[in-house]
């Protein structure tokens, strides 16, 4: 099984919308991190944001003023977020392509960890044989065989508990050419020593101890939520980190029936930690997220920074332009913005 940091994209594609998200890096990467804000607080609205707005905010999370330069620079390259300048001033926004593909892996995320489905001791297997010249194509299925939730039995074989979906099914058409067979059925006991558990496919005591790191790190936390103890700057930073860590699970564990899984299955636990956690700071990181704002551009531009819930990521934030299409002008250049640590 993949480290959960070796994950290549935050989200995957929508088909119909494709965007070049950032790579996932070893901790959390500058834009990753600054893709995490933007989604966090402009999704629904697509608000224009100043990018002196955005340096400060990026400082915040220990990014230097030249990194969140560059961050912003390959974002906007990437297609991620589109910018307008007016004069030495300069706002960005969300991409339509980019926060259509967050929207759907919000939703994703959300209820990759929320239901559970019945199982009826089915198997799906997806068999394939690519040859050398085509790596890349291989890859690609091996990464969209990753997202729908399968893992590698054999080399060529992976496998699902899940029916494959009519949305899966075209997506699988896209990629193989030919190339992919799909098969549903039973397991056959074989000999012990000769058979091998569809399980294996999976590193079921890997993804315990990344849900056992996950509630080391974030139940400590929730007395001072509950308690009102978390100034705005460390709700931000939370709100990013505990979100950029959940939403991994979802490939690592993807709803595997709980009845092949070890009693005590931390699923549910890290689900209501994060959902604690995300939901609990979102009042006081969206008022620090808009007081910074402020500092760089007029109150209405502030108006439009928005967090949103769990409950609302599962629903599916649909992404809708600001007040305006256009941006306003920002107060301060990010030139003449230096934040200090």
């Known amino acids: 099984m993949p480290h959960p940091f070796d994950i290549e994209e935050i989200f995957p594609d929508d088909g119909d919308h ?40 990026l400082a915040e999370s ?68 690519l040859p050398q010249e085509r790596s890349a194509q291989r890859r690609a299925l ?50 012990a020593v000769a058979g091998r558990d569809p399980l294996d496919a999976w590193d079921v005591a890997a993804v315990a101890e990344q ?5 080391r790190r974030w139940r400590p936390l929730l007395p001072r939520i509950a308690a009102g103890r978390v ?17 991994r699970f979802p490939t690592l564990d993807p709803q595997l029936p709980l009845r092949l899984l070890p009693a005590g299955w931390l699923r549910g636990p890290a689900r209501e930690t994060f959902a604690a956690v995300y939901d609990g700071l979102a009042d006081t990181a969206e008022r620090h997220v808009r007081a910074v704002v402020a500092r760089f551009a007029d109150g209405a531009q502030a108006a439009d920074v928005r967090a949103h819930s769990t409950a609302d990521l599962l629903a599916g934030v649909c992404a809708t332009d600001a007040r305006s299409s256009a941006p306003p002008a920002a107060a301060t250049d990010l030139a003449e913005s230096s934040p200090s640590h």
């Open 231 to 247: 100034d705005g700057a460390e709700a931000v930073r939370a709100r990013t980190e505990v979100m950029d860590t959940f939403r």
């Open 62 to 129: 220990d990014v230097s003023l030249a990194g969140a330069r560059t961050v912003i620079s390959r974002l906007a390259r990437r297609g991620v977020l589109e910018g307008s300048r007016q004069g030495r001033r300069s706002s960005y926004r969300l991409s339509r392509s980019a926060a259509v593909s967050l929207s759907v892996g919000g939703s994703w995320v959300m209820a990759a960890t929320t239901t559970t489905q019945p199982w009826d001791e089915c198997w799906t297997l997806v068999a394939f044989s």
């Open 142 to 191: 091996r990464g969209q065989l990753r997202w729908l939730g399968y893992a590698p039995l054999y080399d060529g074989l992976w496998i699902s508990p899940h029916e494959l979906t009519p949305k899966a099914r075209a997506q699988l058409t896209q990629l193989h050419l030919g190339a992919v067979t799909v098969f549903r059925g039973r397991r056959i006991d074989l000999d």
């Open 18 to 57: 494709p965007v070049r998200l950032p790579r996932r890096q070893a901790g959390n990467s500058p834009q990753g991190v600054a893709v995490t804000l933007l989604a966090d607080y402009t999704l629904r609205t697509r608000a224009w944001l100043p990018s002196a707005a955005i340096v400060a905010l």
């Open 211 to 215: 849900y056992e790191s996950f509630l």
